[in-house]
C-alpha cells in the first residue's frame, strides 16, 4: 500500500511513522511532488481544513492521502489561536508563546485550560475515513522543555505533571492529539489494507 501523508511539517511526519509503523505501506510526503503547491486553509473547523488538504492532494496526487490539521485551543482565549494555530502570530514559536502569555495575562487567564486537537481524514477517491483526538492540559506558567515541536513548551499535562516538550517521543505519542487520531487511522488501514487488498 502507498500512502501519501500531506504535511511539510518533520516533526510530525516523524510521529505518523512512527505510530503507523508495521503496516505494509510505502510512505510518500509532499517533497515528493514540488509541483503540487500548497493548499489555503480556509476551514472553520479542524476537520474541515483536514478535508481541504486531503481532497486537494489527493486530486492532484491520485494518491491514497491523509491530511490532519492539528493545533492548540485556549479557553480563557475563546479557543484561540485553534484552526490558525500554525499561522498565529509572529513567524516564530517564541513570538506566538510571547503574544499568547500577553493576552492571558491582559485577560486573567494566566494558567487556562487549554486542549490540543488533532482532525484526519484519509481519502481513497472519496473520503473513507475520519477521525479526532484530543488532549487535554493547562497553559504553562512559562515555556519548558526541548523536545517536540509547535505548541509543546507551553502545554502543561496534568498527569505527567511536565509540558509536552519535557516528555519523550513515546510518551507524548502515547497520549496526545495525534498519537489517538493516527492510532484510529492506523486500525482502519489494517482492516481496510485486509479487505480490498486480501493475500
Known amino acids: 500500500m ?4 500531506a504535511t511539510t511539517n518533520q516533526g510530525k511526519l516523524d510521529e505518523i511513522k512512527i505510530i503507523l509503523d508495521g503496516l505494509p505501506i510505502e510512505f510518500f510526503t509532499l517533497r515528493s511532488f514540488p509541483a503540487v503547491g500548497e493548499i489555503e486553509e480556509t476551514g472553520q473547523t479542524f476537520t474541515e481544513n483536514s478535508r481541504i488538504k486531503a481532497e486537494y492532494y489527493a486530486a492532484k496526487t491520485g494518491m ?9 485551543a485556549i479557553d480563557a482565549l475563546d479557543g484561540r489561536p485553534g484552526v490558525r494555530s500554525s499561522r498565529f502570530n509572529g ?34 477517491k472519496e473520503i473513507i ?18 523536545a517536540g515541536f509547535g505548541y509543546d513548551p507551553i502545554f502543561y499535562y496534568p ?20 498519537g489517538q487520531a493516527f492510532r484510529q487511522l492506523r486500525a482502519f488501514l489494517a482492516t481496510w489494507q485486509n479487505e480490498t487488498h486480501p493475500r
Open 129 to 146: 475515513f475520519e477521525a479526532k483526538g484530543t488532549v487535554e492540559g493547562f497553559i504553562a506558567a512559562e515555556p519548558c522543555g526541548k
Open 64 to 72: 491514497l492521502t491523509v491530511a490532519e490539521d492539528s493545533g492548540l
Open 159 to 178: 498527569p505527567h505533571a511536565c509540558t509536552l516538550a519535557e516528555l519523550s517521543r513515546e510518551q507524548k505519542i502515547a497520549i496526545s492529539h495525534r
Open 2 to 5: 502507498q500512502l501519501l501523508i
Open 91 to 124: 513567524e516564530t514559536y517564541e513570538e506566538k508563546f510571547s503574544e499568547i502569555y500577553k493576552q492571558l495575562s491582559k485577560c486573567g487567564g494566566n494558567g487556562s485550560p487549554a486542549k490540543f486537537i488533532c482532525a484526519l481524514t484519509l481519502i481513497d
